[in-house]
């Protein structure tokens, strides 16, 4: 959530692992809600558990937070690329030794391409290369 935070909040964010209210515009097709706009700290539900290790991570002379790397198998990390005329996602998921990408303009079902590498092993690390890659011309995970 990057949006809809007072200058104030902003200053004194909440801590990390804080429960909030968020608005959304609408899910993505991996059912994770786009354009999310924070509307408050939740202060009548507590964390069920300890909140998530978080590193800073630098993309494009800005700094984002990220969690771990690692992903269930068959999970699906979704990028946006939005600057100028440039408004486009690009997505990646493994399952088993097959690596499917997809890619396109915000908005539309883009284009789908899968892989068939020797072992899961080879298809995760090339997963791995290709979010390095994106994540190094600007792509930021949704």
């Known amino acids: ?7 104030k909040q902003r200053e004194a964010p909440p801590p990390i692992g804080s ?15 786009r354009f999310p706009s924070f509307v408050g700290v939740r202060i009548d539900a507590k964390p069920a558990t300890a909140p998530p290790k978080v590193q800073a991570v630098p993309v494009k ?11 269930p198998a068959g999970a ?13 996602f690009w997505e990646v998921w493994v399952s088993g030794g097959d690596m499917t990408t997809r890619w ?9 391409k899968t892989k068939t590498f020797a072992s899961p092993d080879k298809a995760q690390a090339e ?10 011309k600007g792509y930021v995970e949704k």
Do not use: C, W
Request: aromatic letters at 10%; proline letters at 2%; charged letters at 30%.
């Open 19 to 33: 429960i909030i209210t968020f608005r959304y515009q609408e899910l993505s097709d991996a059912g994770v809600p």
């Open 104 to 112: 396109g303009r915000i908005g539309t079902d883009g284009q789908t």
């Open 127 to 136: 997963a791995d290369k290709l979010i390095e890659e994106k994540t190094g």
């Open 1 to 7: 959530v990057g949006t809809g935070f007072s200058d």
């Open 76 to 88: 699906k990390r979704y990028f946006e690329f939005v600057d100028g005329k440039s408004n486009k």
């Open 61 to 71: 002379e800005k700094m984002v937070m990220a969690t771990s790397a690692s992903q």
